[in-house]
């Protein structure tokens, strides 16, 4: 390599990098600061961030993230939403059936909701959020991907096998003190 | 204002629930809500109904949002009624579409009361 191309290599890694590095001003938890995010590295804050925000805004509370202490969970409950075009995956909400019970009951205002179709809507429609967020948080993915309806799975002996070799991040939050996580599997 | 007659379009009945709510928050006199869980079920009910304003989701089977959009504008009798979409497709192209085709406004879920208070009065005070 002549010393000119080195010189153009060199000046453009350092370009790369102080904008990987430059901290973002913007606020937390806005459609508009998310779309910077370009890189895979920011896929899990963006998620977590869709996540805080579809509960803040359409359950009404503000999620404490999970931790070592947090009690331990078998997911009965899951709702899965579908995402195709430029990046292809899933987004899984994994959960109690209380847990759940508990989130719709918050949604629609009344402790009067049943084991049945309520809850498992409300599923639904919390991970469609959530995938919508994320995606839209994403610089390219909101034009560039569409999602699916919601897809509910009720019942704990299942086994899901998708995307081998893909990608996969999962965040983890507590919901009155229930825990539950969301997941993301992809690949591009 | 006049009291609203309301039609709300979403496959989620939950979330349908929540825009309606979310209107009454809002301080709107509802004369009535009606529901549809997809655009065929919304079509069959704008044609029998005078309507003041619909909110519909866009991703919906059997019929999304954005033909139903586009089939409303065709029945004369409800050429005129505000539409506003309320939906988790937020990209920029799925709100030119929507609004090409007749929608008059946009809402991204999630969504709060002040959102469609913000949009929906305006609309109803012409």
Same mark, same amino acid.
Do not use: W
């Given at each position: 390599?002549?010393?000119?191309?080195?010189?153009? *290599? !060199?000046?453009?890694?350092?370009?790369?990098? *102080?904008?990987?590095?430059?901290?973002?001003?913007?606020?937390?938890?806005?459609?508009?600061? *998310?779309?910077?995010?370009?890189?895979?590295?920011?896929?899990?804050?963006?998620?977590?961030?869709?996540?805080?925000?579809?509960?803040?805004?359409?359950?009404?509370?503000?999620? !404490?993230?999970?931790?070592?202490?947090?009690?331990?969970?078998?997911?009965?409950?899951?709702?899965?939403?579908?995402? !195709?075009?430029?990046?292809?995956?899933?987004?899984?909400?994994?959960?109690?059936?209380?847990?759940?019970?508990?989130?719709? =009951?918050?949604?629609?205002?009344?402790?009067?909701?049943?084991?049945?179709? $309520?809850?498992? $809507?409300?599923?639904?429609?919390?991970?469609?959020?959530?995938?919508?967020?994320?995606?839209?948080?994403? !610089?390219? #993915?909101?034009?560039?991907?569409?999602?699916?309806?919601?897809?509910?799975?009720?019942?704990?002996?299942? =086994? #899901?096998?998708?995307?081998?070799?893909?990608?996969?991040?999962?965040?983890?939050?507590?919901?009155?003190?229930?825990?539950?996580?969301?997941?993301?599997?992809?690949?591009? | 204002?006049?009291?609203?007659?309301?039609?709300?379009?979403?496959?989620?009945?939950?979330?349908?629930?929540?825009?309606?709510?979310?209107?009454?928050?809002?301080?709107?006199?509802?004369?009535?809500?009606?529901?549809?869980?997809?655009?065929?079920?919304?079509?069959?009910?704008?044609?029998?109904?005078?309507?003041?304003?619909?909110?519909?989701?866009?991703?919906?089977?059997?019929?999304?949002?954005?033909?139903?959009?586009?089939?409303?504008?065709?029945?004369?009798?409800?050429?005129?009624?505000?539409?506003?979409?309320?939906?988790?497709?937020?990209?920029?192209?799925?709100?030119?579409?929507?609004?090409?085709?007749?929608?008059?406004?946009?809402?991204?879920?999630?969504?709060?009361?002040?959102?469609?208070?913000?949009?929906?009065?305006?609309?109803?005070?012409?």
């Amino acid at each position: 390599m002549d010393q000119k191309l080195k010189d153009e *290599a !060199a000046r453009v890694r350092i370009h790369l990098s *102080a904008r990987a590095a430059a901290p973002s001003a913007r606020p937390v938890g806005k459609a508009s600061d *998310a779309a910077q995010t370009k890189t895979r590295d920011g896929y899990r804050d963006e998620l977590a961030k869709a996540v805080c925000e579809v509960f803040e805004i359409m359950v009404g509370t503000s999620l !404490a993230a999970a931790t070592e202490e947090s009690p331990a969970f078998v997911s009965d409950c899951a709702a899965i939403v579908g995402i !195709a075009g430029s990046l292809c995956g899933l987004v899984g909400l994994h959960t109690s059936f209380e847990c759940a019970r508990r989130m719709a =009951a918050k949604m629609l205002g009344s402790d009067e909701v049943g084991a049945g179709a $309520d809850v498992q $809507d409300a599923l639904g429609e919390v991970c469609n959020m959530i995938a919508g967020s994320f995606k839209g948080r994403i !610089a390219g #993915l909101a034009d560039g991907c569409a999602l699916s309806v919601p897809t509910v799975i009720i019942g704990r002996d299942f =086994a #899901l096998f998708s995307l081998a070799h893909g990608e996969h991040y999962e965040v983890g939050y507590t919901f009155e003190g229930n825990p539950f996580s969301v997941t993301l599997d992809f690949h591009s | 204002m006049k009291p609203a007659r309301v039609l709300i379009v979403d496959d989620s009945s939950v979330m349908r629930k929540i825009v309606g709510r979310s209107l009454r928050q809002a301080g709107l006199e509802i004369l009535d809500i009606l529901e549809a869980s997809n655009g065929t079920e919304a079509l069959s009910i704008a044609r029998e109904n005078s309507l003041d304003l619909i909110l519909s989701d866009i991703n919906m089977p059997l019929m999304d949002g954005l033909e139903f959009v586009r089939q409303l504008r065709s029945i004369e009798a409800a050429q005129q009624v505000p539409i506003i979409m309320i939906t988790t497709e937020a990209g920029e192209a799925h709100v030119v579409q929507a609004l090409s085709l007749g929608a008059s406004g946009y809402i991204r879920k999630p969504f709060t009361p002040e959102q469609i208070k913000e949009l929906v009065i305006p609309l109803l005070r012409g």
